[in-house]
């Protein structure tokens, strides 16, 4: 069965520093997503992605986060210079047009200090 | 904004017992409603959907869901839980085709043997 899969499962870096999270959808899906969850927190959105540009983005997405799909395969999310409120488990998830169910992947372990 | 709750943050149970985990939503009007399942160290899974039609919706594993309008609930529900069904367990909702995912703050079920 195909399934989201993203790259690092885990990073530490220094406050200041970029970080690019990779997640490569399912490969017939179109519509991709970036989640977050704080440790102790619900998982919240962040940004929803289709035909090469942002859908709909939170609050939470400001100008130190960006996502790309630079290939047909990958989609990213860079957060431009981290904080340490920006450690959180960090979930892309892809769907198929026709369907509403969004398909999550493993996640990505963000520890900033 | 929409929200979504879940009634408890952590529930234990022994082997056997049945299970019902609350989840309201605030959201009017039409919506769709997930409920998915994390396994400690691993992704989001989908458990059971509700879109339209027959309120009681069955998924995987021997979960199903009640969708109540006038409630504005979709509690999940499992009539014997096992160990493995130990897990942490998210209830999701959407308002419009492809929207985003708004999560409650998740319930931890622990099941004893």
């Known amino acids: 069965e195909p399934e989201v899969t993203q790259t690092p499962s885990h990073q530490v870096t220094q406050m200041g520093q970029e970080v690019i999270l990779r997640c490569v959808p399912i490969s017939n899906h179109l519509y991709f997503y970036w989640y977050r969850q704080i440790l102790g927190q619900k998982v919240e959105f962040l940004v929803s992605?289709?035909?090469?540009?942002?859908?709909?983005k939170s609050e939470i997405f400001d100008d130190q986060f960006s996502v790309e799909r630079p290939d047909g395969s990958n989609f990213t999310l860079k957060i431009r210079s981290t904080k340490l409120e920006d450690s959180a488990m960090y979930f892309c998830?892809?769907?198929?047009?026709?369907?509403?169910?969004?398909?999550f992947g493993p996640g990505t372990r963000l520890l900033v200090l | 904004a929409q929200s979504v709750s879940q009634h408890n943050h952590h529930v234990i149970l022994s082997e056997a017992a049945s299970l019902e985990l609350g989840c309201n939503y605030s959201?009017?009007?039409?919506?769709?409603l997930f409920w998915y399942v994390q396994y400690p160290g691993q992704h989001l899974q989908l458990l059971l959907k509700y879109f339209s039609g027959d309120p009681l919706v069955k998924g995987i594993k021997g979960f199903e869901a009640e969708f109540i309008k006038s409630k504005f609930s979709f509690n999940l529900r499992k009539p014997s839980v096992q160990w493995s069904d130990t897990a942490e367990y998210f209830c999701a909702v959407n308002e419009d085709y492809g929207q985003n995912f708004v999560f409650g703050p998740g319930t931890r079920l622990s099941v004893l043997p």
């Open positions: 998830a892809s769907r198929d047009t026709n369907q509403e169910t969004q398909y």
């Open positions: 992605f289709y035909n090469n540009e942002i859908s709909e």
């Open positions: 959201y009017g009007g039409t919506v769709n």
